[in-house]
């Protein structure tokens, strides 16, 4: 089945230790978003690839990277973690080319600990 | 600009009873219209959306949901409840021509055995 991959479920990492979290997709989507989601929160959207243009949210902090080396994958890097970044963090992608174009499709999370 | 307003950040049903999750929008444009489902540490999964077409939307697991353009409503409702349905639902608008996603703050639905 076509589906959004997120490595690991589970993450946990000291204080001020880079952690990168993995996405892939096989759905083939031009889009694909990072969301940050605390406890009983909405997720809150820290930025977006179309295609191989990067977009980021005004207020996402600068610890905060990405990369997308290619449709498949994208990554989510935070270069120095504190405490505050302990989240969920979710995947998703949509595609602009079909009628609905907007509905996004979310992988499984990855959860975050900072230690 | 867009927004969504859930109205009830908590609902308790009885199993077998129906649900009712209400949920509010503004849109400049005709929007797209979505409720999400988020069980315990996992992912958002999609439960039904509209587009413009049907304005009654049915969705997966006899969830379905109205648009009412006169209200700017979207409510999501379900003729008896599972206890399996127990989890946070999200409502959500897009804008036409705007990849991103405006999600409500949720509504955590509990199911009383």
């Known amino acids: 089945d076509a589906m959004v991959i997120q490595n690991p479920r589970y993450q946990v990492t000291q204080f001020g230790k880079p952690v990168t979290l993995s996405c892939s997709q096989t759905?083939?989507?031009?889009?694909m978003y990072w969301y940050q989601q605390k406890s009983s929160q909405a997720p809150k959207l820290l930025f977006h690839y179309y295609d191989k243009d990067f977009n980021n949210e005004a207020d996402t902090p600068d610890n905060f990277q990405s990369r997308r080396p290619n449709t498949s994958f994208c990554f989510l890097d935070i270069r120095s973690p504190g405490l505050g970044d302990a989240a969920m963090y979710l995947c998703?992608?949509?595609?602009?080319?079909?009628?609905?174009?907007?509905?996004?499709?979310f992988g499984p999370g990855t959860r975050l600990t900072v230690l | 600009a867009q927004s969504v307003t859930q109205l009830d950040s908590h609902v308790s049903v009885s199993e077998g009873t129906p649900v009712l999750l209400r949920c509010n929008y503004s849109?400049?444009?005709?929007?797209?219209l979505f409720w999400y489902v988020q069980h315990p540490n996992k992912g958002l999964q999609l439960l039904l959306k509209y587009t413009s077409a049907a304005t009654l939307v049915k969705g997966i697991n006899g969830f379905e949901a109205e648009f009412k353009k006169s209200e700017t409503s979207f409510h999501l409702t379900k003729p008896s409840a599972h206890m399996s349905d127990a989890a946070e639902y999200f409502c959500v608008v897009a804008g036409f021509g705007n990849e991103k996603l405006t999600f409500g703050t949720g509504t955590r639905l509990t199911i009383i055995p």
């Open positions: 849109s400049s444009y005709s929007p797209s």
């Open positions: 998703a992608t949509s595609s602009p080319s079909g009628y609905s174009y907007n509905e996004q499709f």
């Open positions: 759905l083939n989507h031009n889009v």
